[in-house]
């Protein structure tokens, strides 16, 4: 666990939410916060033609890929079987979204 002695009560007050995390990672909720924000903004611009459309699954891609870097390598979580949890649902993330990338780009029927 971590505390801060400048504001301890603070600590004691919201300390719950940073419980999971190793010592010098309670800033891992914050940047995991802000790569979700990114992925809805990416999510909410609305392609216009088969090129948007393409860059958008490519930076969503990208920015799943990023994820799973910044977890592997930060492994920010105290518990092994918690880094284990994010590793894998952030590798299923990263396969589908490759998947569906592949499958729209090579314009398979499914995709009308």
Same mark, same amino acid.
């Given at each position: 666990?971590w505390d801060n002695p400048?504001?301890h009560?603070w600590?004691?007050?919201?300390?719950?939410?940073?419980?999971?995390?190793?010592?010098g990672y309670?800033w891992?909720?914050?940047?995991d916060?802000?790569i979700v924000f990114m992925l809805?903004?990416v999510?909410?611009?609305?392609p216009?033609?088969?090129f948007?459309?393409?860059? @958008?699954?490519y930076?969503?891609c990208?920015?799943?890929?990023?994820?799973?870097i910044?977890?592997?390598v930060? @492994?920010?979580? @105290?518990?092994?079987?918690?880094?284990?949890f994010?590793?894998?649902?952030?590798v299923l993330?990263?396969v589908?979204?490759?998947?569906?990338?592949?499958?729209?780009?090579n314009?398979t029927?499914?995709?009308?």
């Amino acid at each position: 666990t971590w505390d801060n002695p400048e504001h301890h009560y603070w600590v004691l007050r919201y300390g719950m939410f940073f419980d999971e995390m190793r010592g010098g990672y309670q800033w891992w909720l914050f940047v995991d916060a802000c790569i979700v924000f990114m992925l809805g903004i990416v999510d909410g611009v609305v392609p216009t033609t088969m090129f948007q459309c393409r860059m @958008r699954n490519y930076v969503n891609c990208g920015i799943f890929a990023v994820q799973l870097i910044m977890i592997v390598v930060c @492994r920010p979580y @105290r518990m092994p079987i918690g880094n284990i949890f994010f590793v894998v649902a952030y590798v299923l993330q990263l396969v589908a979204m490759v998947l569906i990338t592949i499958a729209h780009s090579n314009q398979t029927p499914t995709w009308g």
